[in-house]
Protein backbone atom coordinates (compact mmCIF):
# COMPACT_ATOMS: atom_id res chain seq x y z
CA UNK A 1 0.00 0.00 0.00
CA UNK A 2 1.50 3.50 -1.22
CA UNK A 3 2.43 5.49 2.11
CA UNK A 4 3.03 9.35 2.55
CA UNK A 5 5.45 9.85 5.75
CA UNK A 6 4.75 6.11 6.57
CA UNK A 7 1.05 6.90 6.60
CA UNK A 8 -1.30 5.04 4.32
CA UNK A 9 -2.66 7.02 1.47
CA UNK A 10 -6.36 5.98 2.15
CA UNK A 11 -6.11 6.93 5.76
CA UNK A 12 -4.56 10.50 4.12
CA UNK A 13 -7.72 10.52 1.57
CA UNK A 14 -9.92 9.79 4.44
CA UNK A 15 -8.80 12.22 6.73
CA UNK A 16 -8.59 15.30 3.68
CA UNK A 17 -12.45 14.45 3.06
CA UNK A 18 -13.49 14.95 6.84
CA UNK A 19 -11.19 17.84 7.02
CA UNK A 20 -13.35 19.33 4.06
CA UNK A 21 -16.67 18.20 5.50
CA UNK A 22 -15.44 19.92 8.70
CA UNK A 23 -14.60 22.41 7.02
CA UNK A 24 -17.49 23.25 4.75
CA UNK A 25 -19.72 23.70 8.11
CA UNK A 26 -16.56 26.11 9.46
CA UNK A 27 -17.25 27.97 5.84
CA UNK A 28 -21.01 28.42 6.99
CA UNK A 29 -20.86 29.18 10.51
CA UNK A 30 -17.79 31.54 9.92
CA UNK A 31 -19.57 33.40 6.84
CA UNK A 32 -22.39 33.84 9.15
CA UNK A 33 -20.30 35.36 11.83
CA UNK A 34 -18.42 37.22 9.22
CA UNK A 35 -21.67 39.02 7.42
CA UNK A 36 -23.22 40.02 10.68
CA UNK A 37 -19.76 41.53 12.18
CA UNK A 38 -18.38 42.51 8.99
CA UNK A 39 -21.56 44.21 8.00
CA UNK A 40 -22.95 45.31 11.43
CA UNK A 41 -20.20 44.92 13.77
CA UNK A 42 -21.91 42.84 16.69
CA UNK A 43 -20.03 40.05 18.10
CA UNK A 44 -22.79 37.52 17.76
CA UNK A 45 -22.46 34.64 20.86
CA UNK A 46 -25.55 33.41 20.27
CA UNK A 47 -24.07 31.88 16.61
CA UNK A 48 -23.60 28.69 17.86
CA UNK A 49 -27.19 28.74 19.93
CA UNK A 50 -28.47 29.62 16.04
CA UNK A 51 -26.68 26.70 14.46
CA UNK A 52 -28.32 23.88 17.32
CA UNK A 53 -31.74 25.82 16.86
CA UNK A 54 -31.46 24.77 12.90
CA UNK A 55 -30.53 21.57 13.73
CA UNK A 56 -33.45 21.13 15.67
CA UNK A 57 -35.82 22.65 13.94
CA UNK A 58 -34.90 20.01 11.21
CA UNK A 59 -35.60 17.32 13.54
CA UNK A 60 -38.77 18.72 15.26
CA UNK A 61 -40.33 19.67 11.54
CA UNK A 62 -40.29 15.83 11.15
CA UNK A 63 -41.08 14.76 14.08
CA UNK A 64 -44.12 17.39 15.12
CA UNK A 65 -45.73 17.84 11.41
CA UNK A 66 -43.78 14.90 9.24
CA UNK A 67 -41.79 17.59 7.30
CA UNK A 68 -39.51 15.71 4.14
CA UNK A 69 -36.08 16.75 4.57
CA UNK A 70 -35.92 19.09 1.59
CA UNK A 71 -38.85 21.18 2.78
CA UNK A 72 -36.92 21.68 6.38
CA UNK A 73 -33.86 22.41 4.55
CA UNK A 74 -35.85 25.66 3.80
CA UNK A 75 -38.22 26.17 6.58
CA UNK A 76 -35.60 25.61 9.30
CA UNK A 77 -33.60 28.50 8.38
CA UNK A 78 -36.34 30.69 7.62
CA UNK A 79 -37.87 29.99 10.71
CA UNK A 80 -34.67 30.73 12.71
CA UNK A 81 -33.70 33.54 10.68
CA UNK A 82 -37.16 35.59 11.44
CA UNK A 83 -36.22 34.71 14.88
CA UNK A 84 -33.07 36.40 14.71
CA UNK A 85 -35.40 39.72 13.00
CA UNK A 86 -37.12 39.46 16.31
CA UNK A 87 -33.71 39.56 18.55
CA UNK A 88 -32.40 42.45 16.35
CA UNK A 89 -35.57 44.65 16.54
CA UNK A 90 -36.20 44.25 20.49
CA UNK A 91 -32.55 43.45 21.78
CA UNK A 92 -30.02 43.89 19.53
CA UNK A 93 -31.15 47.56 18.44
CA UNK A 94 -31.44 48.59 21.70
CA UNK A 95 -27.39 48.86 22.11
CA UNK A 96 -26.62 49.68 18.64
CA UNK A 97 -23.39 51.90 18.56
CA UNK A 98 -22.42 50.61 22.04
CA UNK A 99 -19.28 49.19 22.64
CA UNK A 100 -19.03 45.72 20.80
CA UNK A 101 -18.72 43.85 24.58
CA UNK A 102 -22.38 44.51 24.91
CA UNK A 103 -23.19 42.97 22.14
CA UNK A 104 -20.47 40.09 22.96
CA UNK A 105 -22.46 40.17 26.74
CA UNK A 106 -26.06 40.19 25.53
CA UNK A 107 -25.99 37.41 22.55
CA UNK A 108 -23.86 35.43 25.34
CA UNK A 109 -27.07 35.61 27.83
CA UNK A 110 -29.37 34.64 24.69
CA UNK A 111 -27.38 31.85 23.76
CA UNK A 112 -26.93 30.23 27.43
CA UNK A 113 -30.72 31.17 27.86
CA UNK A 114 -31.77 29.24 24.72
CA UNK A 115 -29.63 26.20 25.66
CA UNK A 116 -30.44 25.90 28.98
CA UNK A 117 -34.45 26.25 27.69
CA UNK A 118 -34.34 23.66 25.26
CA UNK A 119 -31.77 21.66 27.29
CA UNK A 120 -34.89 21.21 30.40
CA UNK A 121 -36.95 20.36 27.69
CA UNK A 122 -35.19 17.68 25.68
CA UNK A 123 -32.06 17.12 28.15
CA UNK A 124 -28.67 16.51 26.32
CA UNK A 125 -28.63 12.94 25.18
CA UNK A 126 -29.59 14.27 21.65
CA UNK A 127 -32.20 13.46 18.76
CA UNK A 128 -31.72 11.52 16.00
CA UNK A 129 -32.75 12.44 12.48
CA UNK A 130 -32.95 9.65 9.61
CA UNK A 131 -30.79 9.90 6.55
CA UNK A 132 -32.81 10.71 3.61
CA UNK A 133 -33.30 7.85 1.59
CA UNK A 134 -32.05 9.62 -1.16
CA UNK A 135 -28.33 10.47 0.16
CA UNK A 136 -27.85 6.51 1.25
CA UNK A 137 -24.97 4.84 0.42
CA UNK A 138 -21.80 6.09 -1.36
CA UNK A 139 -19.54 6.35 -4.27
CA UNK A 140 -16.44 4.31 -4.26
CA UNK A 141 -13.32 6.51 -5.32
CA UNK A 142 -10.53 3.74 -5.31
CA UNK A 143 -8.90 5.48 -2.34
CA UNK A 144 -11.44 5.84 0.11
CA UNK A 145 -15.70 5.66 -0.02
CA UNK A 146 -17.52 8.91 -0.09
CA UNK A 147 -21.08 8.73 1.30
CA UNK A 148 -23.51 10.70 -0.83
CA UNK A 149 -24.60 12.89 1.76
CA UNK A 150 -21.08 13.65 2.64
CA UNK A 151 -20.62 14.98 -0.77
CA UNK A 152 -24.00 17.07 -1.03
CA UNK A 153 -22.48 18.70 2.75
CA UNK A 154 -19.97 20.30 0.60
CA UNK A 155 -22.13 20.45 -2.53
CA UNK A 156 -24.22 22.92 -0.57
CA UNK A 157 -22.20 24.53 1.81
CA UNK A 158 -19.89 25.93 -1.19
CA UNK A 159 -22.69 26.87 -3.33
CA UNK A 160 -24.23 28.97 -0.02
CA UNK A 161 -21.08 30.68 0.16
CA UNK A 162 -20.15 31.33 -3.09
CA UNK A 163 -23.76 32.81 -3.14
CA UNK A 164 -23.65 35.43 -0.23
CA UNK A 165 -20.17 36.42 -1.32
CA UNK A 166 -21.58 37.20 -5.00
CA UNK A 167 -24.16 38.91 -3.31
CA UNK A 168 -22.78 41.25 -1.14
CA UNK A 169 -20.03 41.89 -3.31
CA UNK A 170 -20.89 41.79 -6.68
CA UNK A 171 -25.11 42.82 -6.03
CA UNK A 172 -26.44 46.53 -6.27
CA UNK A 173 -28.61 44.75 -2.83
CA UNK A 174 -24.58 44.40 -1.17
CA UNK A 175 -24.21 47.69 -2.24
CA UNK A 176 -27.04 48.82 -0.71
CA UNK A 177 -26.00 46.95 2.45
CA UNK A 178 -22.40 48.01 2.92
CA UNK A 179 -23.53 51.59 2.44
CA UNK A 180 -26.12 51.58 4.99
CA UNK A 181 -23.55 49.72 7.77
CA UNK A 182 -20.99 53.15 6.96
CA UNK A 183 -23.31 56.01 6.65
CA UNK A 184 -27.12 55.27 7.49
CA UNK A 185 -27.93 58.98 7.57
CA UNK A 186 -26.50 59.09 4.00
CA UNK A 187 -28.85 55.67 2.92
CA UNK A 188 -32.04 57.26 4.37
CA UNK A 189 -31.84 60.39 3.08
CA UNK A 190 -31.65 58.40 -0.49
CA UNK A 191 -35.07 56.76 0.87
CA UNK A 192 -33.07 53.39 2.48
CA UNK A 193 -34.82 52.05 4.89
CA UNK A 194 -31.78 51.16 6.88
CA UNK A 195 -33.10 49.79 9.68
CA UNK A 196 -35.05 47.38 8.04
CA UNK A 197 -31.64 46.44 6.18
CA UNK A 198 -30.06 45.99 9.38
CA UNK A 199 -32.55 43.60 10.74
CA UNK A 200 -32.76 41.42 7.28
CA UNK A 201 -28.73 41.52 7.40
CA UNK A 202 -28.74 40.44 11.01
CA UNK A 203 -31.64 37.35 9.71
CA UNK A 204 -29.42 36.25 6.79
CA UNK A 205 -26.23 35.73 9.50
CA UNK A 206 -28.35 33.71 11.56
CA UNK A 207 -30.12 31.87 8.53
CA UNK A 208 -26.80 31.07 7.40
CA UNK A 209 -25.96 29.40 10.97
CA UNK A 210 -29.38 27.67 10.85
CA UNK A 211 -28.98 26.15 7.64
CA UNK A 212 -25.65 24.69 8.52
CA UNK A 213 -27.75 23.22 11.38
CA UNK A 214 -29.99 21.91 9.10
CA UNK A 215 -27.22 20.25 6.93
CA UNK A 216 -25.63 18.64 9.81
CA UNK A 217 -29.07 17.25 11.63
CA UNK A 218 -28.12 13.86 10.07
CA UNK A 219 -24.84 13.48 10.54
CA UNK A 220 -24.31 14.91 14.02
CA UNK A 221 -26.46 14.06 16.94
CA UNK A 222 -28.54 16.83 17.86
CA UNK A 223 -28.57 18.50 20.98
CA UNK A 224 -29.14 21.75 22.62
CA UNK A 225 -25.14 21.52 23.45
CA UNK A 226 -24.05 20.86 19.72
CA UNK A 227 -23.79 24.84 19.42
CA UNK A 228 -21.21 25.66 22.18
CA UNK A 229 -18.99 22.66 21.16
CA UNK A 230 -18.20 24.38 17.70
CA UNK A 231 -18.88 28.44 18.56
CA UNK A 232 -15.11 28.64 20.00
CA UNK A 233 -13.47 26.84 16.85
CA UNK A 234 -15.76 29.27 14.36
CA UNK A 235 -14.80 32.30 16.46
CA UNK A 236 -10.76 31.48 15.99
CA UNK A 237 -11.52 30.19 12.42
CA UNK A 238 -13.24 34.06 11.73
CA UNK A 239 -10.23 35.67 13.38
CA UNK A 240 -7.34 33.82 11.61
CA UNK A 241 -9.81 34.73 8.09
CA UNK A 242 -9.90 38.37 9.35
CA UNK A 243 -13.31 39.99 11.61
CA UNK A 244 -15.51 40.98 8.44
CA UNK A 245 -13.50 39.53 5.40
CA UNK A 246 -16.61 37.49 4.19
CA UNK A 247 -13.80 35.70 1.91
CA UNK A 248 -11.31 35.44 4.47
CA UNK A 249 -14.42 33.41 6.09
CA UNK A 250 -15.03 31.19 3.21
CA UNK A 251 -11.15 30.39 2.47
CA UNK A 252 -10.18 29.63 5.90
CA UNK A 253 -13.20 27.81 7.41
CA UNK A 254 -11.83 25.34 4.52
CA UNK A 255 -8.77 25.27 5.26
CA UNK A 256 -8.77 24.68 9.31
CA UNK A 257 -10.87 21.80 8.42
CA UNK A 258 -8.40 20.46 6.54
CA UNK A 259 -5.56 21.21 9.09
CA UNK A 260 -7.18 20.00 11.52
CA UNK A 261 -8.21 16.31 9.40
CA UNK A 262 -4.57 16.16 8.70
CA UNK A 263 -3.35 17.13 12.46
CA UNK A 264 -5.20 13.77 13.72
CA UNK A 265 -3.49 11.84 11.34
CA UNK A 266 -0.10 13.10 12.18
CA UNK A 267 -0.47 14.18 16.12
CA UNK A 268 -3.98 13.10 17.17
CA UNK A 269 -3.47 14.78 20.65
CA UNK A 270 -3.16 18.52 19.17
CA UNK A 271 -6.22 17.83 16.91
CA UNK A 272 -8.21 19.83 19.12
CA UNK A 273 -5.60 23.00 19.76
CA UNK A 274 -4.09 23.45 16.62
CA UNK A 275 -6.44 25.67 14.97
CA UNK A 276 -6.24 27.76 17.91
CA UNK A 277 -2.15 27.44 17.78
CA UNK A 278 -2.78 28.77 13.87
CA UNK A 279 -4.82 31.59 15.69
CA UNK A 280 -1.98 32.21 17.93
CA UNK A 281 0.40 32.32 15.22
CA UNK A 282 -1.23 34.47 12.64
CA UNK A 283 -2.07 37.20 15.52
CA UNK A 284 1.36 37.24 16.18
CA UNK A 285 2.54 37.94 12.87
CA UNK A 286 -0.71 39.79 10.90
CA UNK A 287 -3.28 40.81 13.76
CA UNK A 288 -5.62 41.75 11.44
CA UNK A 289 -5.90 37.90 9.81
CA UNK A 290 -4.71 36.75 6.53
CA UNK A 291 -7.65 38.50 4.86
CA UNK A 292 -8.57 41.17 6.88
CA UNK A 293 -7.46 45.13 6.20
CA UNK A 294 -4.95 46.46 8.30
CA UNK A 295 -6.50 49.14 10.67
Known amino acids: MTEILGVPVAVLSGQLMLGIINGSFYALLSLGLAVIFGLLKIINFAHGAMYMLGAMCTVLLFDAFGVNYWVALFLAPVIVGC ?5 EYFLLRRIAGQDHIYSLLLTFGIALILQGVLTNIYGVSGLRYSMPEVFRGGMNLGFMFLPYYRAW ?4 ALLVCFGTWFMIEKTRLGSYLR ?11 FGINVPLLISLTYGFGVMLAAFAGALAAPI ?14 VFAVVVIGGMGSIAGAVITGLMMGVVEGFTKVFYPEGSAAVIFLVMVVVLLIRPSGLFGKEA
Open 83 to 87: FGIVL
Open 153 to 156: VIVA
Open 220 to 233: YSVSPVMGSNILIV
Open 179 to 189: AGTEDSQLMQG
